[in-house]
């Protein structure tokens, strides 16, 4: 069973990804009301852009077995992520938002370290506001999702404690796409975080979080500190107690476990 929900994980979160942005890449970058509602009642045509995308992922020329059980789970995330963008734009006033990017490749430096990402959706609903857009099909806490100044300190802490079981990592890829993303903006423009997680959506729909000038200040300080304590050669790398953590660690080989 293993190496299957291994890999339905990777098949769920790739296709999913996939079939949103072939939805949201529209001509000029304007995704209306119309456009989702239209893309709502089409549940044949969902059903066959997922189906192009799963034999594209898997090189496959049918979709059959368990697969097209995937495939429901994938239509269903899909349909959740149409209808909770419909009534974001009801909620705000609005008939469309506009798109900025899809798998937006953003780099930069963060403590003298190269850094990379690629944000899955940028869009605007309002003048001066980007939100930055991440899809999540795995498990999301509310802390995760919803970084304020008052549980910033409380965040942080779970970021660089010794624990690895209830790290916040959604928290700091956010961090690094604010961090990364703050630069492009033009003069005037303030960034918002949207968790598209799953689980959530179909209960709270959409989340905007405003940028927390607390946590992104204890970020900076913390990460400079890790990142200067990884370039240091005086301090030498030491393995983990927690041998959970070597089966997923890309340097198990070299450190000899």
């Known amino acids: 069973l293993f190496p299957y929900t291994t890999l339905f994980r990777s098949l769920l979160g790739n296709v999913f990804h996939g079939v949103l942005q072939r939805i949201y890449g529209v ?21 066959n852009l997922i189906d192009e995308c799963i034999k594209k992922e898997l090189r496959t020329v049918e979709v059959s077995g368990r697969d097209l059980v995937t495939r429901e789970v994938i239509f269903k995330y ?19 938002l506009r798109i900025l ?11 003298g370290f190269p850094f990379k990402g690629f944000i899955d959706r ?6 001066g506001m980007v939100r930055i857009v991440d899809y999540k099909t795995g498990r999301v806490s509310d802390a995760e999702r919803c970084v304020t100044d008052a549980s910033a300190g409380q965040t942080v802490d779970k ?14 890829q956010v961090y690094i796409y604010d961090t990364l993303m703050r630069p492009l903006l033009r003069e005037g423009e303030g960034l918002v975080n949207s968790v598209y997680s799953v689980s959530h959506l179909p ?19 913390k990460l400079a500190g890790l990142l200067g ?29």
């Open 122 to 127: 940028l869009d605007s609903v309002a003048p």
């Open 101 to 111: 990017g899809l798998e937006k490749k953003v780099t930069g430096s963060i403590g």
């Open 27 to 47: 001509p000029g970058g304007v995704v209306d009301l119309g456009l989702l509602h239209r893309r709502r009642k089409d549940k044949a045509g969902i059903r």
């Open 78 to 96: 899909v349909m959740d992520v149409l209808k909770a963008d419909c009534d974001y734009l009801a909620a705000h006033g609005s008939s469309s």
């Open 203 to 221: 209960k709270d729909g959409v989340l905007d979080v405003p940028v927390s000038p607390v946590f992104s200040a204890m970020m900076e300080e």
């Open 229 to 257: 304590e990884i370039a240091d050669t005086s301090v030498p790398f030491m393995r983990t107690g927690d041998r959970q953590t070597c089966a997923w660690c890309d340097f198990k080989i070299l450190c000899g476990r």
């Open 159 to 172: 970021l660089f404690g010794p624990g690895r079981n209830d790290r916040p990592k959604i928290a700091l």
